[in-house]
């Protein structure tokens, strides 16, 4: 069983920068695959982006590609993103998801472990 819980979600204008945070409770974190999915009102949840247990393998949706950074810290079970440049329509709940089975569950929709979600709201 894997818990996560995200941080560092809020409120920002257009154009301004926020970094989410997840932790997770995995005793060899570095043999999860850990990444990031959002849903905005109305609409589906849909796959952010996503990094491997080593950190070498990462991909990005095509529509936050050079605007978002995932990245993750293994030695403190952590992982980020990083956001720039936000738009109204970047307007969702996150959600850390993690995968025993690589990044690939990622692609699928259909990793084993999600957190609670975390608000960020980007205000025209």
């Known amino acids: 069983q894997v818990q996560l819980v995200e941080s560092g979600g809020g409120s920002v204008q257009a154009g301004g920068s926020l970094r989410l945070s997840c932790t997770a409770s995995?005793?060899?974190?570095?043999?999860?695959?850990m990444g990031w999915f959002r849903q905005a009102p109305g609409k589906e949840r849909e796959f952010v982006a996503v990094?491997?247990?080593?950190?070498?393998?990462?991909n990005y949706a095509d529509s936050v590609k050079g605007q978002f950074t995932i990245s993750r810290d293994n030695a403190k079970k952590a992982m980020y993103l990083q956001m720039n440049s936000l738009k109204f329509e970047d307007t969702a709940v996150y959600y850390c998801?993690?995968?025993?089975?690589?990044?690939?569950?990622?692609?699928?929709?259909?990793?084993?472990?999600w957190g609670q979600g975390t608000q960020v709201t980007v205000s025209s």
């Open positions: 998801a993690a995968s025993f089975f690589g990044t690939h569950q990622f692609k699928v929709g259909e990793p084993e472990y």
């Open positions: 995995a005793r060899t974190f570095s043999d999860v695959a």
């Open positions: 990094i491997g247990g080593s950190g070498r393998v990462i």
